[in-house]
């Protein structure tokens, strides 16, 4: 710039420092500010109520599926007892029906065998009674242990082995026994 | 006196503070006394920048909305004046970055233009006038320069433009300036 240029300029710049720092708007923009405030207010009240909503529905929906998904575990568990205490029925059935068998088998036996006592040596009689004796403790320990777990399966087939057992003992001794 | 003028101002801070504070917890109203003390100052900054009356009505609107939503952000490490004077100048340069392809320009001078801002001082308005008929990028460099008192450096990270530039523009806004006042 020249001498001229730049004194202009020292002048126009002074001029500049007095313009005013403040101009009034010939509108006011307030009430248009207000209103979009006002606006944006409610809207982000309206979407936090509606995220609010999504939350406690989302949460209704997994107490729901939660409830559901126990009821049919405690289901499944309540079949599963149901059917276990059907087998154990089934299984307390059988046994009482088996030692029934038995029983008449037996007493029907000692009978023969007390009446047939006088053709029977006396060392051979009395190992008889004892053997049924050990082998009707032995049932009736097994049948104690199988009331007190009836869960355990191997019990059960010692108990059938041991029906077995005094059946067959019974049963080679009375052919021994002379026929009154 | 000193001790009273002082104590003013650190009530009109004080004061000014709550304002924010309230204003930043959700209150319009305090919100809009904010406005009231802010208005003029900025409505001035709008209208330079823009050279436009109803642009810089439409700025000052934006602008506000602007300090409205970012008011959370303000935590007081520097001044209140200097925070939305910095969204103020960043929103209008953002207006003419979008719009560069687009040099504003103005086939009708408003002379009413600066109407309020003077009564009976015809140099201030011509001034002003001249001012608002300057190219786009020329008047903003200048507003910011000459009358924000802001450094080339500062307005070239604003505009997103080299201090060479920032310092061309000025100088092209002076010459204009020169010629249309003379």
Redesign the interface.
């Known amino acids: 710039m020249s001498d001229q240029q730049n004194s202009d300029w020292t002048e126009m710049k002074q001029k500049l420092e007095q313009l005013p720092k403040s101009i009034a708007p010939k509108n006011s923009v307030w009430p248009s500010i207000e209103k979009q405030i006002i606006n944006e207010q409610v809207l982000a009240k309206m979407q936090s109520q509606s995220m609010w909503l999504k939350w406690s529905m989302a949460a209704s929906w997994m107490i729901v599926f939660g409830a559901l998904a126990f009821s049919f575990g405690s289901f499944k568990e309540l079949k599963q007892t149901q059917e276990q205490h059907a087998q154990l029925l089934s299984q307390s059935f059988q046994m009482i029906q088996q030692e029934q068998e038995l029983n008449i088998v037996r007493t029907q036996f000692l009978s023969s065998l007390a009446q047939s006592q006088h053709a029977i040596d006396a060392k051979e009689y009395s190992s008889i009674i004892n053997q049924l004796a050990y082998l009707k403790m032995d049932r009736q320990q097994l049948i104690a242990q199988i009331k007190s777990d009836p869960n355990q399966t191997e019990l059960m087939a010692q108990f059938v082995q041991a029906i077995a057992d005094e059946q067959t003992l019974i049963n080679s001794t009375a052919n021994k026994i002379p026929k009154i | 006196m000193q001790p009273n003028v002082i104590s003013i101002n650190e009530h009109k801070e004080n004061s000014l503070d709550k304002l924010i504070k309230d204003a930043q917890k ?1 209150s ?1 109203s305090s ?2 006394r904010i ?2 003390l802010f ?3 900025l ?2 900054l709008c ?1 330079r920048m823009s050279g436009n ?1 109803a642009l ?2 439409e700025f ?2 934006e602008v ?2 602007l300090i ?1 939503k970012k008011l959370n952000q303000f935590n007081g490490d520097s001044q209140f004046s200097t925070w939305i004077h910095r969204i103020a100048v960043n929103h209008i340069i953002s207006y003419f970055r979008v719009k560069k392809n687009c040099d504003f320009t103005h086939d009708e001078l408003d002379t009413n233009l ?1 109407s ?3 009564d009976n001082q015809s ?2 308005r011509d ?2 006038n001249a001012i608002a008929t300057l190219p786009d990028k020329a008047r903003l460099v200048f507003v910011m320069y ?2 924000e008192g802001l450094s080339h450096q500062e307005i070239a990270e604003q505009t997103d433009t080299s201090v060479g530039t920032s310092k061309a523009q000025l100088h092209r806004a ?1 010459k204009l ?2 010629e249309r ?1 003379a």
Request: proline content about 0%.
């Open positions: 959700g319009v919100f809009e406005y009231l208005e003029k100052r409505f001035a209208l009356n810089a009505e000052l609107q506000f909305l409205w600066f309020t801002a003077f140099f201030g001034l002003e000459e009358i002076k300036l020169q006042l």
